[in-house]
């Protein structure tokens, strides 16, 4: 009996991601599944009178995009906020928070994302939204979401403008006046404004790990659902067929489960459970809840998020050595050592795999030093706990990620210079003495480490292909430095197969070849014709995830 396919994908420049057979020109799919792949001749002929016939007009033809880092909660309601862009003119900043603001009247508060870090100059950042809008709460968020800057209508209105008592690694910064200067340093200290803005629900993963308290309303939950639902679509329109979420708690994943049971879910969902440093031992037992009910192609848990520092331009990475200029200060991890080295082998031994942010050298061996207790005490797990970011990295510990089978989950977007990112306060803060082991992609890539790739959305562009055209055209920030760019093959792997490997799915997904999952992305043109620099430029022109077209430009 002839088997017919369901839809077929000609005239294609596949890129199949299989090394002993990484080019084709057409593939065939059946059901959720990938049927063959192979020369037009040979795929045209599993066509019947029924079959979908796609012409991929000899554009790229990938496998579906695996997002290995981002929030799609809080990206998907942050679409909505005032997009700003790295803007560094505060004029021009002030005008477009003004007008935004004004066709916005019932906003309780005005909320706007990723400004310059150095936009407030020598000015406090509260003086200066004052001065753009005084008679209404207004914050900005910092573009890696670990810095938000608030005016004094939403100090007060969050209660923490004479101050607020936080964990360490956590402050709202005070004057000499004895009020806060409007700059909050990590989520303990912003939550309260981003929860006068209505935006608590969305950061909780992120923030807290916690559930909604009291339990949102239909009206809120609908709500909720409709931001999940935006990110999904917008990530859909990207090519994205996998999600690796970084921040969860039951009420995200329940929200995705709502909205497969309606028909809309649209993309696959990995989603954690995050342990913060408050927690008791005990609150594990959520994380084994999350991924013994979720753990299927679609939805899925099976792994515990921790955060062990901030981040480089607020000065609240975990560092081996002193700030340039700010003598005996490191910032400090928010685990300890033998914290965190507990945590870890608990976490490995229930069979769940762990995800740590860690930027700063400091914290990054901070993490390692876990993953290695841990293999001392319950063996090899073969897990591959993943390092989230590894922006500086000292030089002895390159070996040990390898050692360890650790997976390096880089986001090229990050890298100062890097998709409109400035090169400062980055560059200052690292000290020209470190620049070779900051950001340092081939050493990862070089020491064995496992590579996915990502963009940390909404902290950077959703877009893979700006994520890619970052990767291979990222240029050494002074002579010496070395070139730490990606080979345009290696940075298309960390997108699709690393992403597999990443999050132990490369069995069923990843690549293209029969029996695996028929998640297929189709550019607009031959990515490997375009010149690097226009590789942004590309766009997706079709998403197929399990064998549906999720997208159509």
């Given at each position: 009996m002839t088997i017919t396919a369901d839809r077929i994908i000609v005239n294609g420049r596949i890129l199949t991601m299989e090394p002993d057979a990484p080019r084709a020109e057409a593939l065939a799919i059946l059901g959720d599944t990938i049927l063959a792949v192979g020369t037009g001749a040979e795929i045209e002929a599993l066509a019947g009178p029924g079959t979908e016939r796609i012409d991929a007009r000899g554009a790229t033809v990938l496998p579906g995009f695996i997002e290995s880092h981002m929030h799609l909660f809080i990206g998907g309601g942050e679409l909505g906020n005032l997009h700003l862009d790295n803007l560094a003119d505060p004029d021009e900043m002030r005008d477009r928070i003004r007008a935004f603001a004004a066709e916005r009247p019932d906003l309780p508060m005005v909320i706007g994302q990723s400004p310059d870090y150095a936009v407030f100059g020598e000015m406090k950042p509260r003086d200066y939204l004052d001065s753009v809008l005084k008679d209404r709460p207004l914050a900005l968020v910092g573009h890696d979401h670990h810095t938000v800057w608030a005016n004094t209508a939403a100090l007060e209105a969050a209660g923490v403008l004479h101050g607020l008592e936080t964990s360490p690694g956590h402050e709202v910064v005070m004057g000499e006046d004895g009020l806060a200067t409007g700059a909050l340093y990590e989520p303990e200290a912003y939550a309260p404004v981003m929860r006068v803005g209505g935006q608590e629900r969305m950061t909780l993963g992120l923030n807290t790990g916690g559930e909604p308290d009291p339990a949102p309303s239909d009206a809120e939950r609908e709500e909720d659902l409709a931001h999940v639902k935006r990110g999904l679509d917008h990530c859909a329109a990207h090519g994205?067929?996998?999600?690796?979420?970084?921040?969860?708690?039951?009420?995200?994943?329940?929200?995705?489960?709502?909205?497969?049971?309606?028909?809309?879910?649209?993309?696959?969902?990995?989603?954690?459970?995050?342990?913060?440093?408050?927690?008791?031992?005990?609150?594990?037992?959520?994380?084994?809840?999350?991924?013994?009910?979720?753990?299927?192609?679609?939805?899925?848990?099976?792994?515990?998020?921790?955060?062990?520092?901030?981040?480089?331009?607020?000065?609240?990475a975990f560092m081996k050595n002193d700030y340039p200029g700010r003598p005996g200060y490191r910032s400090t991890g928010r685990f300890s050592a033998e914290r965190f080295a507990d945590l870890a082998t608990k976490v490995d031994g229930m069979g769940l795999q762990i995800a740590v942010h860690s930027i700063g050298d400091a914290a990054t061996e901070r993490v390692l030093d876990g993953y290695a207790a841990a293999r001392k005490a319950n063996g090899d797990s073969g897990i591959r706990h993943r390092i989230e970011h590894l922006e500086l990295v000292a030089p002895e510990d390159f070996p040990r990620l390898a050692a360890l089978g650790v997976t390096a989950s880089i986001q090229p977007p990050h890298a100062p210079g890097c998709a409109g990112l400035p090169l400062e306060p980055t560059l200052s803060n690292i000290g020209r003495d470190r620049w070779e082991d900051a950001f340092a992609w081939q050493r990862l890539a070089e020491s064995g480490a496992h590579i996915a790739l990502a963009s940390d959305w909404p902290v950077a562009d959703v877009s893979v292909m700006t994520g890619v055209h970052a990767a291979v055209t990222r240029e050494a920030w002074a002579p010496g430095v070395p070139d730490h760019r990606f080979t345009l093959e290696a940075a298309q792997q960390g997108y699709t197969i690393g992403g597999a490997v990443a999050e132990h799915t490369e069995d069923r997904k990843g690549s293209l070849r029969p029996g695996k999952l028929a998640d297929v992305t189709i550019l607009d043109d031959d990515i490997e014709e375009v010149d690097p620099c226009e590789i942004r430029d590309l766009t997706v022109r079709m998403t197929i995830c399990g064998g549906t077209v999720t997208y159509a430009a």
């Open positions: 994205i067929t996998s999600i690796v979420n970084m921040d969860g708690n039951l009420y995200t994943l329940e929200l995705l489960e709502d909205l497969r049971q309606r028909g809309e879910l649209n993309v696959r969902v990995r989603v954690p459970f995050h342990f913060v440093p408050d927690m008791e031992d005990e609150a594990l037992a959520t994380a084994r809840e999350m991924s013994e009910r979720w753990n299927d192609d679609w939805l899925a848990s099976g792994f515990v998020k921790f955060f062990m520092d901030g981040v480089i331009d607020s000065g609240t």
